[in-house]
């Protein structure tokens, strides 16, 4: 739900520009970029292994509820997670294209191999299943620790990005010059490119646009963390205040105690605050907005109902035994 509405206020479309379209993902597709033609390469490739053993597991299930004559419903619980597994499989490969492009937002998902995270499901049910059953347990046992650390061994010896990556970022965060962040999740009308790399925090200006020097101002900051902005700003003239924030609306900014809607230059979504000469209390908040109250309600809700499924689950079990 919040990330359903929250796309109204981003610049979702960058989300599906070159490279990260559906179309550009299918298994084994390759495009004009070397290195995504080997990520693609290695994301197949294990999408393929996963969608052979989780056949192979299905195949093993299905024998053992015949082979111990078990109810309808474990029958139909097969017939179920086969249903999902077929899906999923149908959805990674280029002829799902149709669907990909005509079902609503499904496009957003950008890489059908995403899908694995779906078919991992059942492939745990059926070995599960063909392990806890079958005669030939311990051979299925064996296969899938070979087979995942076979895969695990060659994703960590395959990964080819940078291992300073964290530092360098970690370090950047400590020396409080920020990170540089994605086009889809930029503000409405923001353009990354055109921040400035090492801004501070708090920018003084002229009240108008007239090209003269910057005023004086005595800048007190009390607070500066991720959620919470809070300085003083003493001038003895009227100035403008860039912040070094974008200005979404889940944030709740205030002049001295009162609600303040902050402008923003024409090619970003930067903070601006035109005050009045003194002394001006700012604050800024990262506020829940309504819509992640309803997603946190409909979480809860979903909590409290697979407890109570459960709940039953367990008084219908003990009420068979004997």
């Not at 280029?94 to 059942?122: E, G, T």
């Amino acid at each position: 739900m919040p990330a359903a509405y929250e796309q109204r206020w981003v610049n979702i479309a960058q989300a599906l520009s070159s490279g990260l379209q559906p179309s550009e993902n299918f298994l084994y597709t390759t495009i004009n970029d070397p290195e995504h033609n080997v990520f693609n390469w290695i994301a197949s490739s294990v999408a393929v292994l996963l969608m052979v053993m989780t056949g192979l597991g299905a195949i093993a299930a299905h024998r053992g509820t015949h082979e111990e004559r078990e109810d309808q419903s474990a029958r139909k619980l097969w017939r179920v997670l086969l249903v999902v597994s077929a899906v999923a499989t149908v959805l990674m490969i280029r002829p799902s294209s149709f669907f990909w492009a005509h079902l609503p937002k499904l496009r957003f998902v950008q890489f059908p191999w995403r899908w694995m995270a779906i078919l991992a499901v059942p492939y745990g049910c059926f070995l599960g299943a063909a392990m806890a059953r079958g005669r030939l347990r311990w051979i299925w046992a064996v296969m899938v620790i070979f087979v995942s650390a076979g895969t695990a061994t060659f994703l960590v010896r395959q990964a080819w990005w940078d291992s300073e990556d964290i530092p360098v970022l970690r370090e950047a965060l400590l020396n409080d010059q920020g990170f540089e962040g994605t086009d889809e999740y930029d503000p409405l009308g923001d353009d990354h490119t055109n921040l400035p790399e090492k801004a501070p925090r708090v920018q003084i200006l002229p009240a108008e646009d007239a090209g003269s020097s910057s005023p004086k101002a005595e800048i007190r900051i009390a607070r500066w963390t991720a959620e919470e902005k809070e300085l003083r700003v003493v001038s003895a003239e009227p100035v403008r205040v860039v912040l070094r924030l974008l200005n979404y609306p889940a944030w709740r900014v205030e002049l001295n105690g009162k609600a303040l809607t902050p402008r923003r230059p024409e090619s970003s979504g930067q903070m601006i605050l035109s005050l009045t000469a003194g002394t001006q209390r700012i604050t800024a908040e990262l506020v829940r907005t309504p819509d992640r109250k309803l997603g946190i309600a409909i979480s809860w809700a979903a909590v409290l109902t697979l407890l109570a499924l459960l709940n039953a689950g367990g008084v219908r079990l003990l009420s068979a035994s004997p």
